[in-house]
C-alpha cells in the first residue's frame, strides 16, 4: 500500500518509512500530525470496508451452500449444485479479497495515539510552548503485527483442550515539549497487547477456538523543571495523585529534580484487539496535577 | 496600569497575553489586545474568559482553553490563586522535604539523556 501523492514529502517519508523523529516548531509538527492523521482516518476507512467485504463473503457463502441444499431438496435433483460452484467461488473470492484488502490496510495502520491522544494534547499546549524552541519527537507510526508476538506460552487449559497466550508490542514513543518558562514536559506512549487464545469443545463435541484481548496502554508525563529550586510537594502528592491507577516518581538529573506520574489504561474486547485509546483529557490531567504540585510556583507575570 | 493585554493565556505557563491593548473587557475591565477582545451580540467587548460564561459570545479556540483550563484545574483550588505566594496552604509548604520525596526513581528509559539535552536543531 503506498503513501498518496496529496502527502507532502515529509509526511509521505513518516507514513512510508513508519516512524516520525526529528525536531520541530509547533505549527510545522501540527500540520505534520495533521495529514498523518488524514492518512491514519483513509487507512481506517479502507480495514472497515474490508472488514465489511470480509464479513459479507463469510455470510453469503453460508447463507448460499444453505441455499443450494434447500434447492436441490426441493428440486429432488443434484442439479442446482452445479450453479453453487461458481457462485459460492464469488463469495468465497469475495471473503478472501476482504481478508487480503483488511491484511495490506493493517500494515500501513498507524496507533490511534497519534491522532486521538496526541495531537489534542499538543493543541491544548499551542500557548505553553516555547516561541523559539522546537518540539522533539520519537514516534514509531507501526502497530503491532500480529503474525510477530513477543512472547508464547501455554497455560494450564482446566476445562479447555488448550490455553495459548501470546504478547505483542507496540511502542508509540514519545514527545518533549519546551515550555515558555524553560522547563519540559515529557510524554510518553506504549501500548502492550496480551491474546488468550481457548480452544474448547462445545455440547456437540464441535471444536470451537475463541480469542480474549486486553490492550494496556502506558502513559507518563514528566516534568523537568527549570530551575534547580523547584521541588515538589510530597503532601500534594499523597493529595492528589491516586496511588491504585498513578505512579509518581522523581529523580534528580543535572541539578533539577523532575516529577512524573505514569498510569495505565486496559481495554479488553472478545474476538479482535480493542482499538480504544488514552483520553487526551487524562494526559492533560496528569499534567495539570504535576503542575500544581511544583512546590515553587512561578510568579504571576513571568512570561513569554 | 498595565500596558499589554492582561488576559491570562497558557494551560500549564499562565501568564498575561502581554501583546498592545485594543479595548478593555465590559465585564471584568481587564485591558485586552485584538486577538482576545471577544464581541457579542450586544457589541460589547469580552476577554475570553467573561465570554465563556455568556451565551451572547460564540465560542472559540480560546473560550474552549479557558473553559478546559477551569476544569483541569478546579480539583486543585482553580486557576485564580495559581502562582500567588498563597497558593500553598502552611502545611503542604511545610511538607516540601525532597529528600523525603523520592518515593522511585525513574526508569533508565524515562530518565534519557535526551529529556534533559536542552539542546535544540
Not at chain 1, 470480509?54 to 452445479?82: R, Y
Not at chain 1, 457462485?87 to 484488502?101: A, E, N, S
Not at chain 2, 477551569?70 to 511545610?94: H, I, R, V, W
Request: net charge positive; aromatic share 8%.
Amino acid at each position: 500500500m503506498k503513501a498518496p501523492s496529496k502527502l507532502s514529502v515529509e509526511a509521505s517519508k513518516a507514513v512510508t518509512s513508519r516512524s516520525l523523529t526529528g525536531s520541530w516548531d509547533f505549527q510545522t509538527l501540527v500540520a505534520l500530525l495533521h495529514e498523518i492523521k488524514r492518512w491514519d482516518t483513509k487507512v481506517g476507512v479502507g480495514k472497515a470496508r474490508a472488514k465489511r467485504l470480509l464479513n459479507a463473503g463469510i455470510l453469503t457463502t453460508v447463507l448460499g451452500i444453505f441455499a443450494f441444499i434447500v434447492w436441490s431438496m426441493v428440486e429432488d435433483s443434484p442439479g442446482p449444485l452445479l450453479y453453487a460452484v461458481p457462485v459460492l467461488g464469488c463469495t468465497i473470492g469475495m471473503g478472501y479479497l476482504g481478508y487480503r484488502k483488511g491484511k495490506q490496510w493493517r500494515s500501513v495502520d498507524i496507533p490511534d495515539e497519534v491522532r486521538l491522544t496526541l495531537l489534542p494534547v499538543l493543541q491544548s499546549l499551542r500557548q505553553d510552548l516555547h516561541p523559539g524552541r522546537k518540539i522533539r519527537v520519537q514516534l514509531a507510526l507501526r502497530v503491532f503485527d500480529e503474525d510477530q508476538h513477543k512472547t508464547k506460552r501455554s497455560l494450564p487449559p482446566g476445562r479447555n483442550k488448550s490455553l495459548t497466550e501470546h504478547t505483542y508490542d507496540e511502542p508509540v514513543g514519545m514527545v518533549r515539549l519546551p515550555l515558555a518558562n524553560g522547563a519540559f514536559v515529557v510524554i510518553r506512549i506504549s501500548n502492550h497487547y496480551v491474546q488468550l487464545t481457548r480452544s474448547y469443545s462445545n455440547a456437540r463435541g464441535k471444536s470451537k477456538t475463541k480469542n480474549k484481548w486486553k490492550k494496556q496502554t502506558w502513559v507518563t508525563c514528566i516534568m523537568i523543571p527549570e530551575s534547580p529550586s523547584i521541588e515538589w510537594n510530597s503532601q500534594r502528592v499523597r493529595k492528589f495523585v491516586d496511588p491504585k491507577h498513578e505512579h509518581f516518581a522523581v529523580s534528580q538529573r543535572r541539578g533539577v529534580t523532575a516529577a512524573s506520574i505514569s498510569r495505565k489504561y486496559v481495554f479488553k474486547k472478545a474476538e479482535d484487539h480493542p482499538e480504544d485509546t488514552f483520553p487526551p483529557e487524562q494526559v492533560m490531567k496528569m499534567l495539570v496535577c504535576l503542575n500544581t504540585i511544583r512546590a515553587v510556583q512561578p510568579a504571576k507575570g513571568t512570561g513569554r | 496600569m498595565m500596558e499589554g493585554c492582561e488576559y491570562t493565556i497558557g494551560m500549564l505557563v499562565m501568564r498575561p497575553c502581554g501583546m498592545p491593548v485594543s479595548s478593555a473587557c465590559g465585564h471584568c475591565g481587564i485591558p485586552v489586545c485584538g486577538a482576545h477582545a471577544m464581541s457579542g451580540s450586544s457589541g460589547m467587548p469580552a476577554c475570553p474568559r467573561c465570554a465563556s460564561t455568556r451565551d451572547e459570545y460564540g465560542d472559540n479556540e480560546d473560550t474552549e482553553l479557558e473553559s478546559d483550563r477551569d476544569e483541569y484545574y478546579s480539583e486543585y483550588g482553580g486557576t485564580s490563586s495559581y502562582g500567588n505566594d498563597d497558593y500553598f496552604t502552611p502545611e503542604e509548604l511545610a511538607a516540601v522535604h525532597p529528600s523525603q520525596q523520592r518515593e522511585s526513581r525513574l526508569s533508565a528509559a524515562e530518565d534519557g539523556e535526551d529529556d534533559y539535552d536542552s539542546g535544540n536543531s
